[in-house]
Each structure stands twice: as structure tokens, then as C-alpha cells.
């Protein structure tokens, strides 16, 4: 998925972004994500799933479950 939005503001270390086509929708992002982006820029900015590292998530915290499971 990818979104484009617009830089509206700087308030100190967050960049606050509107949604193109919706301008009521605004979201805050750190500004070292926005290196070279001004006040007014649009952006677009790509958004996936990382289906490998919520697998291994995953299976990390279910193995700590079933360690907890036996000490219990």
C-alpha cells in the first residue's frame, strides 16, 4: 500500500502530514524519516506487511508462552 500526503508542519521532532484527497486525516512521523522534505512537499510513502519477521515474531513469543507453561 502506498499513501501520498502532504508536509503541512514542523512542531519540534514530529512532521505533521495530511492525507492527500482527505485533509482531515493528518499523522505525525519523526523528522529524521523526512531528511530533505520542506513544508508544503508531498510525499509518498509505501507501507508492507514483513510477513518473515511477524513469522519469527511469532514464534518467539510462543515459545516463551510454553517455557512459561512448564514453570507454571
Known amino acids: 500500500m502506498e499513501i501520498t500526503a502532504t508536509l503541512d508542519r514542523i512542531e519540534g521532532e514530529l ?3 495530511l ?6 486525516i493528518k499523522f505525525n ?3 529524521v524519516f523526512l531528511a530533505g ?6 510525499v509518498n510513502i509505501a507501507i ?5 519477521a511477524t513469522d519469527e515474531a ?7 508462552i510454553e517455557k512459561l507453561k512448564r514453570k507454571g
Open 37 to 42: 522534505i520542506n513544508e508544503g512537499d508531498i
Open 19 to 24: 492525507l492527500r484527497g482527505d485533509a482531515q
Open 15 to 17: 512532521a505533521v502530514l
Open 48 to 52: 508492507s506487511k514483513d510477513v518473515v
Open 29 to 31: 512521523l519523526p523528522v
Open 58 to 64: 511469532k514464534e518467539r513469543v510462543m515459545s516463551l
